[in-house]
């Protein structure tokens, strides 16, 4: 899933990229609300984390026009402001929910994936088509008998699939989920992510449309 970081503090926020990235976030990090807006406007994210105290236009001015013409992406405020007119004044205007500075990771991780449960994003706890699941908390996947523990990118590229059981994915569509803007990505990145989940959960457990792109089995 690809998270848009809206971070003006470097020291903050490479930490929480780091953070997001080994927990299989696609990450787009910029540090000021013009770039921000520009993000959203050109790019599909999951979820954004705002910073209220940024650059040229302020958090909440960013929070209006990421709100306006009823774009639906899921916000949630992580600031150092603690008192509760700004809390309110975040969530009158549309956040998702509000997080205070300092924060303790595993807790921002837990809420994204409470907004993206709410949103009905396909976060769901335990990700599943009938015959392979995915287990977000330990990052466990199955296929029939085979059981494995997957890494964070090859859980990124099982997570897009078991998103969209049935639906081919391009090379495009999978690298998009896993990388960030600035991470480069090898021409043979997705087969060979590909390739390391079959040799851990079988041959068949994701499947090649030849010249288009992968897929999984839709539920049966």
Do not use: C
């Amino acid at each position: 899933m690809r998270v848009l970081l809206i971070e003006d503090d470097r020291m903050i926020g490479a930490a929480v990229e780091q953070a997001l990235k080994d927990a299989a976030y696609a990450v787009d990090w910029v540090l000021d609300g013009d770039t921000a807006v520009q993000a959203a406007a050109v790019e599909s994210y999951e979820v954004a984390l705002l910073d209220l105290g940024l650059p040229g236009q302020d958090g909440t001015e960013v929070l209006r026009r990421l709100r306006s013409g009823g774009r639906k992406l899921p916000v949630i405020i992580v600031t150092a402001r603690d008192s509760i007119d700004d809390r309110i004044g975040g969530l009158d205007l549309g956040a998702d929910d509000f997080m205070v500075k300092p924060f303790e990771m595993r807790e921002l991780l837990a809420r994204m994936r409470a907004v993206l449960r709410r949103r009905g994003s396909g976060a769901s706890p335990i990700l599943s088509n009938g015959k392979m699941t995915l287990d977000p908390a330990t990052r466990e996947a199955s296929y029939l008998a085979e059981t494995a523990f997957v890494t964070a990118r090859e859980f990124a590229l099982l997570q897009a699939l078991l998103s969209h059981p049935g639906t081919i994915l391009s090379r495009p569509d999978l690298e998009r989920q896993i990388y960030g803007w600035n991470e480069e990505i090898e021409s043979n990145a997705v087969e060979y992510l590909i390739h390391t989940i079959r040799k851990k959960l079988g041959a068949q457990a994701i499947r090649n449309v030849r010249g288009v792109g992968w897929m999984v089995d839709r539920p049966s």
